[in-house]
Structures are given as structure tokens and as C-alpha cells.
């Protein structure tokens, strides 16, 4: 991974805004991906500064791993942080350092300028954030190969899917087997929504047992090396009946103009409408509720938006999701969700699951 490459590429859009240094405050993990991105550190608590100096600091819990995983020199934060970080600010002489708006919360921001008295804090809306948009190969390689661990599981799963398990215990039992073969852990709670649970987006598994004649929905995802992975299918138990083989069809339908869509300089919203405009047509508008897409990385969800109120424009590099849905309030839910890169020309799909044809266990 390009660390330095990175702090590099921050360190150009911080002097470009005006800014001598840009500070990431990672405490209680809550900006462990900006930091992750920038050094490779993977702790609970960690501070980098970038401007003309590089400053990383830590405490004793994580000093040795800081070092070895970041290979920056590691300044030991001893006693409480935030009145260290607000001295070392002032004693680098800065005047406007900047500082992530979406991670940092009001106490730290209030306090921090109150310590770092002479020193303008200026929150930055997604400066990291839009530099991790683009991924460099390496990164794609670890993407591609959480979907392929991904891709695994859900095989497994819906091999071993009996009528009678509950949702819980299939989602507990897939957690489980990712976690047996390599992944750090899932990127998500995963989703095993059957019959009537299907047709809710967001649905968390619960203690409703599968039964003969269910659509079970997965949505399932790990994070492999820090990166993550998602993918959602559907099966039937059974035969499932006509409706459900129609809707299947149209979501299947919907997907692939979604990808069909996805390239270099395609407005995030136009992506969306290509994949909307199917089930629209259909008469199904209104039982796709969500967004198409969303970009995926260190974080599950992250830019750039694939969405009827995008703003955003795909660029080689993004990885984004490709997620059609229709949702029979009551009844059952479909939904098909890739994972794709997006490349100068078109674009490379991630997720190998098949999907030509609805699943029947
Ligand atoms: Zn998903
Ligand atoms: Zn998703």
C-alpha cells in the first residue's frame, strides 16, 4: 500500500485550500479509516498531522504496533491527548491546520481550539475522503479478493440452507465461516431476511424460521486487510411461484443496465436512472425506494453516491455498487447487488455469484 503516496496526494489538497497541515484525530475509532488510509495503522487511537512534517502519535498501548505497521517515527502521547496534541500544534508554529468536519465531534473541535489557543482550526468536508474515492491497484486487489471470500460464504450458506433455521442462526453461522477463513470480520451486520422480512431494505436478521416457499434475502459483505465487500442475492426455498420469478427477472433486468451504465465521467445519477427507468417501466417505481449504489472501501459505505441526488461523477478507480431492489411490503423482496470498478472504458464486476437465474434450494 502507498502510504506515503497518499499523505502526499493530502498534503498537495491541503496547500491547495490554503491550509499549512491537516490533522486526523482517531479516538475510540472514530476515524479509524482516514488514518488506516494515510498510514496503516489499524489501532483504537492514533493522531497524524501532515503538512511540511509528518507527525504520528500514539500512547503505550500502541506505540510497537504503530511503528511497525506505519514505519513513521511514533511520538508517545503520555497523560491526557488532548491537551498534548493542543501544545504540539502550537509549538509547530502552525496557524491554520485543517480537520475533518464529518469525524470530528463539536467537544473535540471546541476544546481543541480552545487549547491550541492562536492555532485556526478549519473543518474540511471530506478532504480524505475524496482522495480514497480513486483506489491504486493494490487496493482493488484487496477489494476483489473480499468479494471472492464473500462470493464464498454466501455459497456455502445457501448450501447448507434448511427450512426451520432461523434467520439468526444462518447469519450467525455464515459471520462465523468468514471469520474461519481469513476475514477480519464482517463489514456489516449481515442480512438473511425471509419471506415478508425480505421486503425491507435494511431488515436485521431475527428469530423468524425459514420456511418451505421463502424468498431468503443475503446481504452479506467481510472486511478482508481492511477493506470490505458487499453482495446481496436472493433464493428460493421451494418453488417460490410466478410473481416472485417475474420480479427476479425485472431486478435482474434493472442490474445489469446499472452496469451497462457504470464508466469513466457517468454522472452517479444517470447511473441510477438507467437501472430505475426498468423498474419504473415495469410499474414497479414506487417499490424502489433506495438509492442504486455506493462507493466501497476502507468503508462500507463511502463516495462516491450512486443515487437519484448524486452530485457525484464516476472516475477510474471507484468502486461502487450496483443494487437494484423491488419490495412487496407484506410479501417479499428482491434484490441484486454487485460489486464493480469502474475503469476508463466501462467496467470490471467484482462479484462472480452467479445471478442468471433466481437460486432454488
Ligand atoms: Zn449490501
Ligand atoms: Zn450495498
Redesign the pocket.
Known sequence: MDYAGQRERLGKAVRERGLEAFVVVNVERSDRPNLRYLTGFTGSFGILLVGERTVFATDSRYTEQAGKETGLPVEEVKGRWLPWLGERLKSLGLRRVGIGAHRTSLFVYQELSRLAAGVELVPERGLVEDLRRVKGEDEIGRISAAAELTDAGLRWAIEHLQPGRTEREVALDLEVWYRKNGAEGVA?EL?VASGPGSAMPHYRPGNRRITRGDVVLF???VQLDGYCS???RVVAVGDPGPTVREVYELVLAANRAGLAAVRAGAAGKDVDAAAREVIAKAGYGDRFGHGLGHGVGLE?HEAPAVGPASEDTLAPGNVV?I?PGVYLPGKFGV?I?DLVVVTEGGNRVLSRFPKDELLIR
Do not use: S
Request: glycine share 8%; net charge negative.
Open positions: 456489516f442480512i446481504d452479506v459483505g458487499d453482495l446481496t462500507v455498487t443494487e434484490r447487488e
